[in-house]
């Protein structure tokens, strides 16, 4: 995890999201960045269910 976080970019928004409806820990990995100086990270509303709810699309990666 951490350096997955080392490697994302601090000039453009970094939404975290998890499947659990409460985003705990997609909240949990934007506070890691906000501590890091990042200011445009943040978990995604809702989780991945409230992103397909709404109509959103999203794209599935064959399994490894």
Known sequence: ?????DSLPADRDVIFYCSC?????????????IDRGYTRAR???GGLDAW???GYGIERRPAH
């Open 1 to 5: 995890m951490e350096k997955l976080l």
């Open 21 to 33: 409806p409460n985003e705990a820990s997609a909240a949990r990995a934007a506070k890691r960045l």
């Open 43 to 45: 978990p995604l509303r």
């Open 52 to 54: 397909t709810e709404a």
